[in-house]
């Protein structure tokens, strides 16, 4: 896909894009710097729902949002921008280890898990605002309660049950989240969505699968022990459970630690536990481009031109979906 223009980046306010494990309950964007410049003062982000975690007194940001372009370059710092569309973005995963106390403190400041409890007293709902689930056998196993969230139990059922919590778009509640989202819908033109994941020391959360969307991993608290593998569907369109069976062996094997970053494309087979020598893990994935090539967006004007040349359908139909 080409860039986008300013006027179709306006239409991406509309919405949060869902992963697949949320479903189940630029081709290169690689014009230059200056050409980014021009889209640089779109606002996606319209909505929020006030009174989320309360001000913190913890670290300054150290991603700059001055623009969405200097944004993203912070955000992959110290990989250059032109490096990660060139090499990176829908070819392979990108791994970066920072080893960098002051982004680290910064990372763990977005959804301390310490925060939890004052987000349940707000009347969390299982289901709605989270998941608990946990791989077991191979299998996700969602064990969700009924009703409200209490705090008091969810601490159980992650230290007792060894659940995983999955937090759905968790920028609703925190403001710097919110930066973060709407800095990189205004620089991709396109929706982002974001899940929060707490796991337990010794446990794993979802079974081996890939996405439909191109995601980025940033390790809030803890560490994480991932594994990915080579596609089977490459820039898939749909989610998918892959069995560990007919995955082979990983591509990358690896540890993220609080402060560290991951990207990979849609259709990267994947999966992540917590080491048991750690207390828990907090990560945080922040997903775009679903539903983004151009295929999908040619695929209903062809289908109606298909069904029009076959005499199945009228014109009235098929100027529903085409403009002549």
């Not at 479903?23 to 996606?44: C, F, M, R, W, Y």
């Not at 080893?99 to 409890?117: C, N, Q, R, T, V």
């Not at 996700?140 to 969810?154: P, T």
């Not at 940033?218 to 089977?232: F, I, M, N, V």
């Amino acid at each position: 896909m080409f860039p986008l223009s300013a006027e179709m980046q306006k239409t991406a306010s509309g919405g949060s894009i869902q992963n697949g494990e949320q479903h189940e309950q630029h081709n290169k964007h690689g014009g230059s710097q200056s050409e980014h410049k021009e889209h640089e003062e779109i606002l996606v982000k319209r909505r929020k729902i006030s009174g989320g975690m309360p001000p913190q007194a913890g670290p300054s940001s150290l991603l700059k949002f001055e623009s969405p372009t200097e944004f993203f370059q912070s955000l992959i710092h110290p990989l250059p921008l032109d490096q990660f569309f060139q090499e990176y973005w829908e070819q392979k995963p990108l791994v970066l280890h920072r080893k960098d106390d002051a982004l680290a403190s910064y990372y763990g400041s977005l959804f301390p898990l310490d925060e939890l409890k004052h987000l349940c007293a707000r009347g969390l709902r299982y289901g709605t605002d989270l998941n608990l689930c946990r791989c077991l056998n191979g299998k996700k196993k969602v064990m969700n309660r009924e009703g409200a969230v209490k705090y008091n139990q969810l601490r159980k059922d992650m230290q007792g049950r060894k659940a995983t919590i999955q937090f759905h778009q968790p920028q609703r509640f925190q403001d710097e989240l919110w930066r973060i989202q709407e800095r990189l819908e205004a620089y991709f033109g396109a929706l982002v969505g974001s899940n929060v994941y707490i796991t337990p020391g010794g446990s794993q959360g979802l079974p081996p699968h890939y996405d439909d969307v191109e995601v980025l991993v940033l390790q809030l608290e803890g560490s994480k022990h991932w594994r990915l593998y080579a596609p089977t569907v490459p820039l898939a369109r749909e989610y998918s459970l892959e069995p560990e069976d007919r995955i082979g062996a990983p591509t990358h094997d690896f540890i993220l630690q609080a402060g560290d970053l991951m990207y990979f494309p849609r259709g990267t087979i994947h999966q992540a536990d917590t080491p048991s020598d750690v207390d828990h893990s907090t990560h945080l994935t922040l997903s775009t481009y679903q539903n983004m090539c151009v295929c999908v967006k040619l695929q209903p004007p062809l289908i109606s031109l298909k069904s029009f040349m076959e005499g199945t359908e009228s014109v009235y139909f098929l100027t529903a979906h085409l403009v002549l």
